[in-house]
Structure formats: C-alpha cells, structure tokens
C-alpha cells in the first residue's frame, strides 16, 4: 500500500510587529522555526518590505511545496466599532505573502482561519495560546509554553501541522476512493 508523502510546509503566523513561522517537513519532523521581528524604527513600507523579504529568504531557503498562513479576522466590538488599527498594513503583508507564491518554488497557497486551525489543533473553535502551544507539544515533542515570546512561533507549527494533516488526508482520499 503507497504511504502518502508529506509536502514541506512554511507555515506563517502574519502580524506586523511580530511573524512566527514554521517548517514541517514530515507530520512529525519541524525541521525549523522562529519569529520574524522587524527592528522597532522600521515603519510602514520599510516594515512591510523588511517582513516580504524574510519570507521570500525562508521560501528560497526551505523550497517548500505549500505556503500556509493564518487568514486575518476583523472583530466587532459590542458597539459595532470595528477594530482597524494595523488593518492596512496587515492586508498589505498578507497581499505580499500571496504574491510570493507566485515566484519560485512557487508553493501552493493555503489559508486556515484561526478559529478552523484551531479547532482541527485543539479540538476547539476558540482557543488560548497555550493551548495551541501544549497540543504542538504534544505532537513534536517542542517545549512552547504559549508566552510573548514564543507564541507566533508555536501558532506558525500550529498551522504547518493542521495545513499538512489536511493535505495528507486529501491525498489519502484520493488514493484510496471509495467503491
């Protein structure tokens, strides 16, 4: 019976002061994985450019098959405020993700929305960071704690895990139909 193989996957948490990412290469093997964190006096473009460029080096340096990403939610308040601060720069940044899928290795391009991932990881549409962070645990055997400072890192592994478990099953199904 063929054993499905699991496609590398960049995984990416995207925010514009901070950007975790992840690099699974087999569903139980994080070959590599961080934080992208711009220096505090880079500003608009600069930011931006200097967030597109590190992923474009994690692309050419990992080549991977799939670049996934957390999809980016905006929330009403109970007065129906919405929240818009960052919200330019993070359509920008997540624009420039999916333009860089365009250029080689040429990944194919995977969203997941965070309460989605979230439930396929934890077991639950609404989540706490270290909840993400102890199923990664309990998966990888990585020691994430779900605090500042590896939160984006454990998310980005989150979204590379369940990215991979789906492209696995589908590859699954498409093996094996049913009669």
């Not at 699991?6 to 961080?34: H, M, N, Y």
């Not at 505090?40 to 473009?45: A, P």
Request: charged content about 15%.
């Amino acid at each position: 019976e063929a054993v499905a193989m699991a496609p590398t996957v960049l995984a990416l948490d995207p925010g514009v002061k901070f950007c975790g990412w992840a690099v699974l290469q087999t569903p139980e093997r994080l070959a590599a994985s961080g934080t992208l964190i711009p220096r505090s006096h880079l500003r608009g473009t600069d930011r931006l450019l200097w967030l597109l460029s590190r992923v474009q080096d994690l692309l050419q340096e990992w080549h991977p098959q799939v670049l996934a990403y957390e999809s980016f939610v905006w929330f009403d308040d109970k007065q129906g405020t919405q929240y818009v601060e960052g919200r330019a720069a993070m359509c920008e940044f997540i624009g420039g993700i999916q333009c860089l899928s365009l250029m080689p290795p040429h990944p194919v391009l995977m969203w997941l929305h965070p309460a989605d991932w979230g439930q396929a990881l934890v077991g639950q549409r609404s989540h706490t960071k270290e909840q993400v962070a102890w199923a990664v645990n309990a998966r990888l055997g990585t020691s994430y704690n779900g605090g500042h400072q590896t939160n984006h890192e454990s998310d980005a592994t989150g979204i590379a895990l369940v990215a991979q478990d789906r492209l696995l099953y589908r590859t699954s199904i498409e093996a094996h139909p049913r009669a």
